[in-house]
Every structure is written in C-alpha cells, then in structure tokens.
C-alpha cells in the first residue's frame, strides 16, 4: 500500500515567493519520522529537513519549514523567498519505528522562474 | 559533500552478470542504507545495516545481497543481473539506527545493464 503520497508532479514558483509542496502519508504506527529531501539535476540526495511524530513545533531549517498536520497526516514543505537554485526533485520519506525502513513519496519536480 | 562516498559512479555490464557496489559511510556513522531508484519504481529502500549487523530489509531482491564490514564500509552485491535492474544506486548513512535520525546520501552508482 503506498504510504507516501505527493500529489504535485509539477509546481512552477516565480523567485522570492513562497511554494508549498504537498506530503500526505498513512500510518497506524505511533512513533514515526518524516524527511524531506531535494534531488538536483546532479542527481545527489540532499536532506533537507525532519520532523518526528512526538514533536509538538514545526521543523524549521533556514528558509525551509515543516507544515505538520498529524491528524490530517500531513507533511507540506514550504519554502520560503524562493531561489533559482531551488528548482530540483523534491522527496517527501517517511520512516516507521515498528519497521525500520523509508518509504518515499514519487517526487515533486519544483522549477524556480525568473 | 555528504560526506559519503560510493564507487564506482558510473558501471555498465551485461545481463547475467554479476556486480558489486561499494559504500563508505561518514566518519562516525554506524548505520548503512541501501536504495534503489529507477524511473517506473521510484526510489526503494533496499536494506540497512547497522554497526556490521542487518537491521531492516526492504524491497531487496534474493538476487542481491549485501553487507557491512568491521570498518563500517558496505558492499550491495547485484547477481544474475536483468535489464531492469539497471538504476541509480544509493548509499545512505546516519550516526544511528532509530528513525529520527537523518540519512546523508553518496552521491549515487549509475547501473546500466544491457
């Protein structure tokens, strides 16, 4: 069963706006991580920023935020005064305690126009 | 620079054959991770290593193994290899084994199988 959904394939943002892209997922474990991670053009895997499912503020990192909705089961990635730079693959993971492994979402392709 | 490295980058062989990937994690991490990405499966978790121990197995194919030596290197192992296996091939390591500790990608394997 798909556990990660990103429902974007695409978004298009104009430099120095805002973007958020969507991550919903769905589990019955408790106890839970969630990870966002940017894949350039280049092809490496960057981390990005986490949230953990006990944690009662927001992830923020830079000009990255976490919007956590745990009863909507929900993960958005807003990122803030977009920059060129920004435009690459966007992944949303989840990782369960009771299992261990990362499940990822199929990416949002985020392109920055100038 | 992650701080992870992966050989070799690029490998080209012929269905049928046999490969090995090479994975060395940050300095300090105990925990190895192996993914897969392809364009019709997305990106999979393969299987995690933890202090030179398998501590949770994903989507990982009885043709493929791997495993993490006393120096905390990892080795993924591909056998009796199909064109579609052919994708990117990820490392991943983090400091520890539980879930809210972020992974560090390497930069990537490129298999193409022909």
């Known amino acids: 069963a798909q556990k990660i959904t990103q429902t974007q394939p695409g978004m298009f943002v104009q430099e120095k706006e805002a973007v958020t892209l969507d991550c919903t997922y769905d589990t019955s474990d408790p106890s839970y991580g969630l990870f966002w991670y940017k894949q350039p053009s280049s092809g490496e895997m960057i981390f990005l920023i986490y949230q953990g499912s006990y944690d009662q503020q927001n992830a923020t990192e830079g000009r990255y935020s976490l919007n956590f909705q745990k009863a909507r089961k929900s993960a958005n990635l807003v990122i803030s005064a977009s920059q060129l730079g920004d435009s690459a693959m966007y992944f949303c993971?989840?990782?369960?305690?009771?299992?261990?492994?990362?499940?990822f979402g199929a990416g949002t392709r985020l392109t920055v126009k100038p | 620079d992650s701080g992870v490295t992966q050989t070799p980058k690029h490998l080209i062989t012929a269905t049928g054959q046999r490969v090995t990937l090479r994975c060395s994690p940050r300095s300090g991490d105990l925990s190895v991770y192996w993914y897969q990405q392809s364009l019709d499966q997305g990106l999979q978790f393969l299987i995690q290593?933890?202090?030179?121990?398998?501590?949770a197995k994903g989507n990982i194919l009885e043709r493929f193994s791997a495993q993490q030596f006393p120096d905390l290197h990892s080795e993924l192992n591909l056998s009796s290899l199909e064109l579609g296996d052919s994708a990117l091939y990820f490392c991943a390591s983090s400091a520890g084994r539980r879930s809210s500790y972020e992974q560090y990608f390497g930069p990537g394997t490129r298999l193409t199988v022909t």
């Open positions: 993971a989840m990782r369960e305690v009771s299992n261990n492994d990362m499940r």
């Open positions: 290593y933890y202090n030179g121990e398998e501590r």
